[in-house]
């Protein structure tokens, strides 16, 4: 099955700063790699996916890039805001199954 | 996107007992799928809900102790059985969009077994 790696469990960075979240993935096969933004007490929120035919996706101030080669992702915040606080979770599904495996998750804590 | 209600949202319950939760999506989807996630960890999948068919289970999940439902393509039901404390997770449905792998989740369900 898929195992997926995630860097670092905790990360706090001053407001305007930027945040980067990194992800390795065992599983050559993977073809999505979703991040999820967990707030307290409430559900994963979807925020950027990317698929395995694009190497970079950008969303506003949030982007993420897969090296398929070295296989793993990461996830690029920038110009930090307080309401960035949250744990955030890569993920990655292979095949059609439509299975995530989640990484063990970032604490990210953005101070003013 | 889909929207997914889950009911409900928390409980308290005893140990001994079982949980039934159930799923809603607005719109009719492929794939269904338990996930738990335990106090301050990732997410773990539990099974994928099969449409008319029995769900299928990850490894260290079993029918007996989770088993589950899905009677047509909007609902589905995770009942956690004989509840002890270390039940006490957040426990989410989720569907896969039917035109891609875009996975979104239920809003979840609190349960604390006391």
Redesign the interface.
Known sequence: GENVEQHPSTLSVQEGDSAVIKCTYSDSAS??F?W?KQELG?????II?I?SNVGEKKDQRIAVTLNKTAKHFSLHITETQPEDSAVY?C?A?YGT?????????TRLQVTL | ?AVISQKPSRDICQRGTSLTIQCQVDSQVT?M?W?RQQPG?????IA?ANQGSEATYESGFVIDKFPISRPNLTFSTLTVSNLSPEDSS?Y?C?V?TQFG????????SWLTVV
């Open positions: 073809n999505y979703p999820y409430k559900r994963p929120q979807l996916d698929r979770f993920a599904i199954a439509s299975k995530l495996t989640f990484g063990t998750g | 996107s794939m799928f996930y960890q990732s997410l773990t999948l994928t957040i989410l989720s896969a792998n875009t996975i979104y989740f239920g809003e979840g």
